[in-house]
C-alpha cells in the first residue's frame, strides 16, 4: 500500500511507474470516479516525457500521446462494453510499440496482453472530501513483479 497525500503524490507515483515501462505493457486503473486514474495517467505521461495535456478521455474514449520515449494510448473504458476491443479503435498507434493505460478497465481489457499492472486507487476519505488516496500495485504476468521490486514498489 502507497499512501498518496495529494495530486502531485499521485502524480509522482505515475512517474515513477513510467520509468518501468515498455512498449507493449498494459497498465489498468481500477477505482471509483475521483479516485485520481486520470491524475495518475497525467505523472505517466509527465514521466515518459509526452507533450500535451492529459484529460479524462471520457467521450473519446481513447487518445494517444506522442512525443515521449514510448507513446502512451489512453482508454477510458467506462463506455467500452464487453471485452473492451481496444484493438478494434483503429487506433494510429501499433499497441504493441505503445503503453496502453486503461481506465475503468478491470474485468474488460486483461485479455489485450499477457501480463500488466493493476493499479488500484483507493479514496478513504470519500465521505469527507479528503485528499488522500491510497495506491495498491497488483502486478499480474510477466516480470512486473520483479520491475516493481526492482524501484521498491513492491507490496
Ligand atoms: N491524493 C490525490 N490523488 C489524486 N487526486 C487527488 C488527490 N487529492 C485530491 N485529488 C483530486 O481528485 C481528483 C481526481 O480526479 P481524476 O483523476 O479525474 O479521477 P478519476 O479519473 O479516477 O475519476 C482531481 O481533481 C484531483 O486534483
Ligand atoms: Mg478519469
Do not use: C
Not at 101 to 114: I, K
Not at 126 to 154: F, K, M
Amino acid at each position: 500500500m502507497i499512501t498518496l497525500e495529494t495530486a502531485d503524490d499521485t502524480r509522482a507515483l505515475g512517474a515513477r511507474i513510467a520509468a518501468l515501462v515498455r512498449a507493449g505493457d498494459l497498465i489498468v486503473l481500477d477505482g471509483p470516479l475521483g479516485a485520481g486514474k486520470t491524475v495518475f495517467v497525467q505523472g505517466l505521461a509527465a514521466g515518459l516525457g509526452t507533450a500535451g495535456r492529459v484529460t479524462s478521455p471520457t467521450f473519446v474514449i481513447a487518445r494517444v500521446h506522442e512525443g515521449g520515449r514510448l507513446p502512451l494510448v489512453h482508454v477510458d473504458a467506462y463506455r467500452l462494453g464487453g471485452l473492451a476491443e481496444v484493438d478494434d479503435l483503429d487506433l494510429d498507434t501499433d499497441l504493441t510499440e505503445s503503453v496502453v493505460v486503461v481506465e475503468w478497465g478491470a474485468g474488460l481489457v486483461e485479455g489485450l496482453a499477457d501480463a500488466h499492472l493493476r493499479v488500484q486507487l483507493i479514496r478513504p476519505e470519500a465521505d469527507t472530501d479528503g485528499e488522500a488516496r491510497v495506491a495498491v500495485l497488483h502486478p499480474v504476468g510477466g516480470d512486473w513483479e520483479q520491475r516493481l521490486s526492482s524501484a521498491n514498489l513492491a507490496s
